[in-house]
């Protein structure tokens, strides 16, 4: 139980400081605890994903704030060039949910793109917060679950 629990807490944590990651904490106390794997990664992962939600939604609120719209309604009143025109081609088009949900899974699954920066791009999107959970816990959950039991399909 204490195993789980700080699994819970290693992934708050690691939602937070991409330098100290969940996934050594959840092989050792998979091989070392005999904490279920399962529950191990389950808790890592709603550990996790607790932290990346409040991190979802601090970037909404600064992409939000009445500050940085004043500073982004600036121009410089030029065109924007050829990397500027694609750049903007790109967000457009991960602006779309199909695509938004698509990087956030790939991201909570692999870590392409890392997480942390997944997190802070969708809060300026109109991803809804239930939405953007649901897929970070499904995500974070198979990984999770699939490094926690690692050592005892290992034999360990």
Do not use: N
Not at 56 to 70: C, K
Not at 105 to 131: D, K
Not at 134 to 150: E, K, N
Request: contains cysteine.
């Amino acid at each position: 139980m204490i195993a789980v629990l700080a699994a819970a807490a290693v992934g708050l944590l690691s939602a937070f400081l991409p330098f100290t990651p969940a996934e050594p904490y959840l092989i050792a106390a998979a091989a070392t605890t005999g904490a279920p794997g399962v529950a191990l990664g389950v808790a890592a992962a709603v550990g996790q994903t607790a932290g990346k939600v409040l991190i979802f939604l601090a970037a909404r609120g600064v992409v939000r704030s009445p500050w940085l719209r004043r500073r982004s309604e600036k121009r410089t009143g030029k065109e924007p060039g050829k990397v500027g025109r694609l750049l903007a081609r790109l967000i457009a088009i991960m602006d779309r949910p199909r695509q938004a949900i698509g990087m956030l899974l790939a991201g909570a699954v692999t870590g392409i793109p890392p997480l942390l920066a997944v997190s802070v791009y969708l809060g300026r999107t109109p991803m809804r917060p239930a939405v953007f959970a649901a897929v970070c816990l499904l995500g974070r959950a198979i990984r999770f679950v699939t490094i926690a039991l690692a050592p005892h399909l290992a034999g360990y």
